[in-house]
């Protein structure tokens, strides 16, 4: 089994800046990408930041140029730096990693338990 946990959401003025981590465990044998989605209320879950082994990075264009992700793929990690965060930026954001167990080694979506990250004066 793999099991994805966030870390460092919270509560943040506009205009300021949060990190949030998630690290990857268990029985992993490769992972193809580690990304961020969110989840704001009454809305769908959106893509903000993808990761893909060997490619570039890819951003939601309402986070281009604020929002940086990056892998430390030593530790099984992602990060998500978010700055000049907006009260629009509001919501829960899930990691979610594209990995092959040491089983199956087939690659399977796994999400994590979500973090809530609110951006308010």
């Known amino acids: 089994q793999v099991q994805l946990v966030e870390s460092g959401g919270g509560l943040v003025q506009p205009g300021g800046s949060l990190r949030v981590s998630c690290k990857a465990s268990?029985?992993?044998?490769?992972?193809?990408?580690m990304g961020w989605y969110r989840q704001a209320p009454g809305k769908e879950r959106e893509l903000v930041a993808r990761a893909i082994t060997s490619s570039n990075p890819i951003y939601a264009d309402s986070v281009k140029g604020r929002f940086a992700i990056s892998r430390d793929y030593a530790q099984n990690m992602v990060y998500l730096q978010m700055n000049s965060l907006k009260p629009e930026d509001t919501a829960v954001y899930y990691c979610?990693?594209?990995?092959?167990?040491?089983?199956?080694?087939?690659?399977?979506?796994?999400w994590g338990q979500g973090t809530q990250v609110t951006v308010s004066s």
């Open positions: 979610n990693a594209i990995v092959a167990d040491r089983g199956t080694r087939r690659n399977r979506d796994y």
């Open positions: 268990g029985s992993i044998f490769s992972i193809t990408a």
